[in-house]
């Protein structure tokens, strides 16, 4: 056979398996009801910049759900910061059902898409073949199954950070730090991950980065000015009504003190603080001892540990968590010579998070995708200190 034909059959035949994928996954949303989820505020909040009105309007935006039949109403004003609506818009140009199919699609395309772009940093061809097992693997991830059923928003946070990898490792310092910065967008997950990739920048004296960060925070900040000068007052109002009814629910050492702690401050607040600060240290540490790790080998640390030493996130926000699962199933792979450790990793990784969704669903409460970061820690342990295996046909005839 040709090469090119045969190429363009493996391009051909991928194609098919992942349209395959996506519609299979679209039918198990089927029924759904997406008014009364996260995904109608990000709709109502497109629609509504679209339509000229000002989602951090308690009046309007009351008045929006009712409206348009949205039925889960625990917020006075859109609970996001406000820049993060002009994302929102183009979902606000179709009716919402419609949008949540079309988002489901989006999001699925970003996984796969981000998935393809870490997999041909590996330069490793046997890692390339994984495309098809990771995407599948992550569609019924715990924290991608909850992502796409519920049209959450997190698959904008994985592609802001596997494009700053990629970046990062080509030298494109200053965009790379915008992108970072673009994580903000949700200040619990953008803070901690900022913190430790400053740090990380630091010590790699890498100043454009850092410049790239700060252009970033600018530029986010003069847009919400642009949209309601007192949008970060209203903001901090609306998470600080968000952690009130969410303590001690999140799978984080800020949750956990909480509960040791029966919520009574200042026991909670001095124990979450010191759990927090230890994991940032040593996370810190490890970046300051490890300086000849790659961009993306730096991240696969920053991800899960700014997951778990921050004030709050949810499991779906554990869908960044991609970025290292490709590494340690890539990594796995190049040194063991073998496919099987890293189905094995995958297998392993669908099992517990989708455990902890089951317990979310339950017990209304998260802690159980703890389980989720610590696994994704160790596989990272495991793979950098695996041996590389050298292949049969490197052996030497004594062998």
Same mark, same amino acid.
Request: hydrophobic residues 55%; charged residues 10%; proline residues 4%.
């Given at each position: 056979m040709?090469?090119?034909l045969k190429?363009?059959?493996? #391009?051909? #035949? *991928?194609?098919l398996?992942?349209s395959?994928?996506?519609y299979?996954?679209?039918?198990i949303?089927k ?8 995904f ?5 909040a497109?629609k509504?910049?679209i ?9 309007t ?5 009712? %409206? ?6 625990p917020?006075r #004003? ?6 993060l609506?002009i994302?929102?818009?183009?979902l ?5 059902g ?8 989006? $999001?699925?395309?970003f ?6 772009? @870490?997999l041909?940093?590996?330069?490793n061809e046997?890692a390339?073949?994984?495309l098809?097992?990771?995407?599948l693997a992550m ?6 199954y909850?992502? @796409?059923?519920?049209?959450?928003v ?10 700053a ?9 200053i965009?790379a ?5 673009l994580t903000?967008?949700?200040p619990?997950q953008?803070l901690t991950?900022l913190l430790?990739a ?6 790699k ?6 410049i790239?960060i ?8 003069i847009?919400g000015?642009i ?10 109002g609306?998470?600080?009504a968000?952690?009130d009814?969410?303590?001690g629910?999140?799978s984080?050492?800020?949750?956990? $003190?909480?509960?040791?702690?029966n919520?009574?401050?200042p026991c909670?607040?001095?124990?979450g603080?010191?759990? *927090?600060l *230890? ?7 490890l970046?300051w001892?490890?300086?000849a790790?790659s961009?993306?080998?730096?991240m696969?640390?920053?991800?899960p540990?700014?997951?778990? *030493?921050?004030?709050?996130?949810w499991?779906y926000?554990?869908?960044t968590?991609?970025i ?5 199933a ?13 189905f094995?990793?995958l297998i392993?990784?669908?099992?517990v998070s ?11 409460k ?7 970061t610590?696994l994704?820690?160790l596989f990272?342990?495991?793979?950098s %200190?695996?041996k590389?295996k ?5 052996l $030497?005839?004594?062998?």
């Amino acid at each position: 056979m040709p090469h090119k034909l045969k190429i363009f059959l493996n #391009i051909f #035949i *991928s194609l098919l398996i992942i349209s395959g994928i996506i519609y299979a996954r679209l039918q198990i949303s089927k029924g759904f009801d997406y008014q009364d989820s996260n995904f109608a505020f990000f709709w109502l909040a497109g629609k509504m910049t679209i339509d000229g009105e000002n989602p951090y309007d308690e009046t309007t935006y009351i008045a929006n759900h009712e %409206k348009y039949g949205i039925k889960w109403q625990p917020n006075r #004003i859109f609970p996001y910061p406000l820049p993060l609506a002009i994302l929102c818009i183009p979902l606000g140009f179709f009716s919402m059902g419609a949008a949540y199919t079309i988002w489901q699609i989006v $999001s699925m395309l970003f996984i796969v898409i981000s998935i393809y772009l @870490l997999l041909n940093l590996t330069n490793n061809e046997a890692a390339k073949r994984l495309l098809i097992p990771i995407f599948l693997a992550m569609i019924f991830f715990g924290p991608g199954y909850l992502t @796409l059923h519920t049209g959450a928003v997190g698959a904008f946070a994985l592609l802001f950070l596997m494009l700053a990898v990629i970046l990062l490792e080509k030298e494109n310092f200053i965009l790379a730090g915008i992108l970072l910065s673009l994580t903000m967008l949700k200040p619990p997950q953008g803070l901690t991950i900022l913190l430790l990739a400053g740090l990380w920048f630091l010590i790699k004296r890498n100043w454009k980065a850092i410049i790239g960060i700060g252009i970033g925070g600018i530029l986010l900040f003069i847009i919400g000015l642009i949209q309601d000068p007192q949008w970060i007052q209203k903001f901090l109002g609306a998470s600080d009504a968000v952690m009130d009814r969410t303590q001690g629910v999140h799978s984080n050492v800020w949750a956990f $003190s909480y509960l040791i702690c029966n919520g009574e401050s200042p026991c909670f607040t001095f124990l979450g603080a010191a759990l *927090s600060l *230890s994991l940032l240290g040593g996370a810190g540490y490890l970046l300051w001892k490890n300086q000849a790790w790659s961009s993306w080998e730096a991240m696969n640390l920053i991800i899960p540990i700014g997951f778990v *030493s921050t004030i709050y996130l949810w499991a779906y926000d554990q869908i960044t968590f991609v970025i290292p699962i490709v590494w340690i199933a890539g990594t796995l792979v190049q040194k063991s010579k073998s496919y099987l450790y890293s189905f094995l990793f995958l297998i392993l990784l669908i099992l517990v998070s989708f455990y902890a969704l089951v317990q979310q669903a339950m017990t209304d409460k998260d802690l159980w995708s703890l389980g989720t970061t610590i696994l994704v820690l160790l596989f990272l342990f495991i793979a950098s %200190k695996m041996k590389t295996k050298l292949a049969i046909d490197k052996l $030497s005839p004594s062998a």
